[in-house]
T-cell receptor
Framework: DTEVTQTPKHLVMGMTNKKSLKCEQHMGHRAMYWYKQKAKKPPELMFVYSYEKLSINESVPSRFSPECPNSSLLNLHLHALQPEDSALYLC??????????????FGEGSWLTVV | AQTVTQSQPEMSVQEAETVTLSCTYDTSESDYYLFWYKQPPSRQMILVIRQEAYKQQNATENRFSVNFQKAAKSFSLKISDSQLGDAAMYFCAYRGSSNTGKLIFGQGTTLQVKP
């Protein structure tokens, strides 16, 4: 069972809609991540939060807006998406510091379809 | 820049047999971590095994073991006594010693297990 929980598991949205993906972890990790994955491809990093501060933005379009309200929660706000944004969105977390700080644990993902 | 290469897009193995998945990587760093992740059709990314570069001993986790050759920059995964539930896409991944560094994935190998 994953300790990184993502909701919703499936989301269908129109190109003018505003929606959010949510992620929660209870492992005490202080780094959280958003990845985007297309079919039969490896995940692509979008954002990294470390100690609730955005540390990496991989030149993601502004129609994706991340938010980290606290150390356990990570949101991805979606607005004016395009059909090519349809993908599996994976949330992940890890500790920061020490030898255990390098293992990233993933949630089950949120399937997003933009129509 | 670091790169990870998986040269086998697809592999198949007979149930109860052993299979080895290949992975090579390129880096100029001396301290890093290597991972194998499994992604079944359910799409959750599951950690299979990890290896710290400073450790000479190959990591093992039950039926899963790695052959880590640091000088050759090779990191293969051996699955013994293959089971139907092992069928999945397997990703090799690299992460540098920076604790908020990127997780760099290979292109993946799809493993089919034949009954």
């Amino acid at each position: 069972d994953t300790e990184v929980t993502q909701t919703p598991k499936h989301l269908v949205m129109g190109m003018t809609n505003k929606k959010s993906l949510k992620c929660e972890q209870h492992m005490g990790h202080r780094a959280m991540y958003w990845y985007k994955q297309k079919a039969k491809k490896p995940p692509e990093l979008m954002f990294v939060y470390s100690y609730e501060k955005l540390s990496i933005n991989e030149s993601v379009p502004s129609r994706f807006s991340p938010e980290c309200p606290n150390s356990s929660l990570l949101n991805l706000h979606l607005h004016a998406l395009q059909p090519e944004d349809s993908a599996l969105y994976l949330c992940a977390s890890s500790q920061v510091g020490g030898t255990r700080g390098n293992t990233i644990y993933f949630g089950e993902g949120s399937w997003l379809t933009v129509v | 820049a670091q790169t990870v290469t998986q040269s086998q897009p697809e592999m198949s193995v007979q149930e109860a047999e052993t299979v080895t998945l290949s992975c090579t990587y390129d880096t100029s760093e001396s301290d890093y971590y290597l991972f194998w992740y499994k992604q079944p059709p359910s799409r959750q990314m599951i950690l299979v095994i990890r290896q710290e570069a400073y450790k000479q001993q190959n990591a093992t986790e039950n039926r899963f073991s790695v052959n880590f050759q640091k000088a050759a920059k090779s990191f293969s995964l051996k699955i013994s006594d293959s089971q139907l539930g092992d069928a999945a896409m397997y990703f090799c991944a690299y992460r540098g010693s920076s604790n908020t560094g990127k997780l760099i994935f290979g292109q993946g190998t799809t493993l089919q297990v034949k009954p």
